[in-house]
Structures are given as structure tokens and as C-alpha cells.
């Protein structure tokens, strides 16, 4: 049995991921994180059945220090993560991250930290399996057709932008592609922003709407042509088969992995 705290279970991805340890025959849920008075035990939250007497912590370290979990998942918010990331490394427990924001820096620190204490860690900016082979098949596209865009479109109540799928995609394309000035050199943007943000030159563009939940093209365009690739998380089960595959892989490294795609 792996031994699961979950931070932000109320959360709309944590909800989700309650249940879905809750229903695992390999997993425990032993714990969980808030950040807000809740009640002692989760079945006191709205939502959640009678049965769910999970203890509610408010500080993770007591919830390490009392609970001992094996790993811990992060469905929280950009501005606590890497705190959390950095202290369950240092008290051994494998942190599973699903929270997006981190900057290259945090996340080279948490690497360091990972390798140091022999400890292993999961962070996956897309746990849905379509995503992934979308940021896959971008980069192999990429080595074909070198001018991109990247369009992420979310629900409006998202914090970071663009989003950590977009991001990671732009990074896995510019590890193949040739750096490469797209567009028009002389291109002017007479509203600020109007070419979207810019990674290593290639352009992403994020949407905000009620409605949305997790949705992404990647284009190419090319002489006559415009191939596209696109993929649409429709709720947040779709996220759910990549936690568990997580949790079960993290059990077995030794050190950070950033990405599913290299672990499917
Ligand atoms: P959400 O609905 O806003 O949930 C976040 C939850 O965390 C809220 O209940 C929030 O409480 C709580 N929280 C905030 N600070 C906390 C803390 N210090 N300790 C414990 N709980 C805390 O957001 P979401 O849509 O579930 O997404 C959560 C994260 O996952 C985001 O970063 C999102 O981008 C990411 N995400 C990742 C994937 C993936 O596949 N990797 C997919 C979807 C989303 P309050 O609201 O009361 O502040």
C-alpha cells in the first residue's frame, strides 16, 4: 500500500484526486493539506462522504512529521509549491507535483535537492496522457516545421500563464529546433502583446474563459500547408490515470522527473 497525502483537496483537481486514491486498492490516502479551518477530518468539508475521516492538516510539516506519508501530491497553487517540493525532499517523501508555475531555477533546485537526498519526484505540468503525446508529437513535428505557435486555452480561474503544458511544449520543441526568428523581421505589435508571449522565439498565446477546462493547439505552418495538433481536456478525470501512474512510478526513483512523457 503507498501511503498518499494530497495538498489542496478541496481544490477542483485535489477533489478529484481524493476520490480517486480513495478508490485505489494499492493506495492509502493518509492525509491532507489545507490552507483554511476545514474540520479535523475531510467528511466535514461539504462533498466528501462520511467515511472520508482523513485528518486535515494546516502545516506540512506536522502533517510529514505525524503522518509519514510515502508521497505527497500537489494539486495547490504556484505560490506554495516549491516550499512544499523543497520540504517534502528534505524529510523523504516523494513529492508528486501537479501544480504548475514552477520556474526553470525551482526547479533546477529542487533537482539538486532530489539527487542530494536520493529521493524521487515527479513533476508533470500535463498528467493527461493525450497532452503528453501532443507535447511528443510537437517536437518531432518541429524538426520538420520549424515555424510554430502555441495556442493553451483554460478556465478563467487559472493563476499562471502561459500555462505549464505551453511551456514545456515550447521547451521540447526548442531542445530540437534550430533557433529561428518567425514572422515578418520587421513585425511591429501596435497593441502591446498582440504576438503573444515568446519563448526561445516560439510565440504562445493564452486564453482565459469560463467553460474551459485544459485545452492546447500547437501549429505549424509550412509552404501551402498548416498541420495542427491539438488536444482537449474535457474534466479533470482525464488528469486522473496519470496521478496514479505517478505515484506508483515516483516510488521507484532516485532522483526528479519532469515530464510523463518520460516515464509512459
Ligand atoms: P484550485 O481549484 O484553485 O485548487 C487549489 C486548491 O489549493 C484550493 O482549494 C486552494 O484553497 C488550495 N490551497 C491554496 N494554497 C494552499 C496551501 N498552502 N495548502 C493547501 N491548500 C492550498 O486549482 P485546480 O484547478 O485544482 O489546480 C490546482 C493546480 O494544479 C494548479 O496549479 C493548476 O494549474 C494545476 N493543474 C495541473 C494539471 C496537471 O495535469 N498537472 C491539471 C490541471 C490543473 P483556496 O481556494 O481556498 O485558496
Known amino acids: 500500500m503507498i501511503r498518499v497525502?494530497?495538498?489542496g483537496p478541496r481544490g477542483k483537481m485535489g477533489q478529484q484526486a481524493v476520490h480517486t486514491i480513495m478508490n485505489n486498492e494499492n493506495m492509502e490516502l493518509i492525509a491532507v493539506l489545507d490552507h483554511?479551518?476545514?474540520?479535523?477530518?475531510l467528511s466535514e468539508f461539504p462533498g466528501f462522504p462520511a467515511s472520508y475521516d482523513i485528518p486535515v492538516f494546516l502545516d506540512l510539516e506536522s502533517l510529514i512529521f505525524s503522518t509519514k506519508p510515502d508521497v505527497f501530491l500537489d494539486l495547490t497553487t504556484p505560490h506554495q509549491v516549491f516550499e512544499?517540493?523543497?520540504l517534502c525532499l528534505q524529510s523523504e517523501v516523494r513529492p508528486v507535483i501537479g501544480t504548475t508555475g514552477f520556474t526553470d531555477e525551482q526547479l533546477q533546485q529542487c533537482k539538486v535537492l532530489s539527487e542530494k537526498y536520493q529521493v524521487g519526484c515527479i513533476v508533470a505540468p500535463n498528467f493527461a496522457i493525450g497532452a503528453v503525446l501532443m507535447m511528443k508529437f510537437a517536437a518531432m513535428a518541429a524538426a520538420y516545421f520549424p515555424d510554430v505557435e502555441i495556442i493553451e486555452m483554460h478556465?478563467?480561474?487559472?493563476?499562471?500563464?502561459?500555462?505549464?503544458?505551453?511551456?514545456?511544449?515550447?521547451?521540447m520543441i526548442a531542445e530540437v529546433?534550430?533557433?529561428h526568428k518567425q514572422g515578418h523581421p520587421l513585425e511591429e505589435e501596435t497593441i502591446a502583446g498582440a504576438r503573444g508571449a515568446s519563448y526561445d522565439g516560439i510565440p504562445i498565446h493564452s486564453?482565459?474563459?469560463p467553460g474551459l477546462v485544459a485545452?492546447?493547439?500547437?501549429?505549424?505552418?509550412?509552404?501551402g500547408q498548416l498541420f495542427t495538433l491539438r488536444h482537449d481536456s474535457f474534466n479533470r478525470q482525464s488528469f486522473m490515470s496519470g496521478i496514479t501512474l505517478s505515484i506508483t512510478h515516483?516510488?521507484?526513483?532516485?532522483?526528479?522527473?519532469?515530464?510523463?512523457?518520460?516515464i509512459i
Open 5 to 7: 497525502a494530497i495538498g
Open 36 to 41: 483554511k479551518e476545514i474540520g479535523k477530518v
Open 84 to 86: 512544499h517540493t523543497k
Open 155 to 171: 478556465h478563467d480561474q487559472k493563476l499562471d500563464a502561459p500555462s505549464g503544458t505551453a511551456y514545456k511544449t515550447a521547451q
Open 177 to 179: 529546433r534550430p533557433l
Open 207 to 209: 486564453v482565459r474563459l
Open 215 to 223: 485545452h492546447q493547439q500547437v501549429l505549424f505552418g509550412g509552404d
Open 250 to 262: 515516483v516510488m521507484d526513483l532516485k532522483e526528479l522527473v519532469y515530464g510523463l512523457e518520460n
